[in-house]
């Protein structure tokens, strides 16, 4: 009867140490993709084939995070040139490259920061990615330990046995 219940314990920490390891696989391809989508929001201009790199598992949010940044970016750069507009630092100014340069500058500052922000979110989740991954380090750890001093047991167990029958191990 104990080697039953030996038994059963190793094949419910066998069960355990198996969803350890999915969910470390798990973790892992999330923190790649996230440095993969943070090193297409470091550059200072995103073309296309650095949408075309950004993870499966986050296209679809990541397209939506920057079809998100630039309609705020051009928000705050419309904002900002209304306002340059009305104080009259522009004065009268008809000419149209100043203006389309001005509207370009302002839009560009308002995505970095916006770039920024949401590099800063990607951080703070890989943080808790990396942490929930260290814990799941230690759990697979201990329950590996369990396992190897469970395999001793039932070893010594099988020998105590023969030992009994009188088998010579």
Do not use: C
Request: hydrophobic share 40%; net charge neutral.
């Amino acid at each position: 009867m104990g080697f039953v219940m030996f038994l059963a314990r190793k094949i419910q920490l066998e069960h355990k140490q198996s969803n350890i390891q999915v969910q470390l696989n798990e973790i892992t391809r999330k923190l790649d993709d996230y440095t993969s989508f943070a090193s297409v929001l470091s550059q200072d201009s995103i073309s296309l084939s650095d949408v075309a790199s950004i993870p499966s598992s986050l296209f679809g949010a990541g397209l939506n995070e920057l079809g998100m940044m630039h309609g705020q970016a051009m928000q705050i750069a419309n904002t900002q040139f209304g306002q340059a507009m009305s104080t009259g630092l522009f004065g009268q100014a008809n000419n149209q490259f100043v203006i389309q340069l001005t509207q370009q500058k302002l839009y560009e500052n308002a995505r970095h920061q916006l770039q920024k922000q949401l590099q800063a979110r990607l951080n703070e989740e890989e943080k808790q990615l990396q942490s929930r991954k260290t814990r799941l380090e230690v759990q697979s750890e201990v329950v590996n330990k369990e396992l190897e001093a469970m395999d001793r047991q039932i070893a010594q167990g099988i020998k105590n046995q023969i030992s009994t029958f009188g088998i010579q191990a």
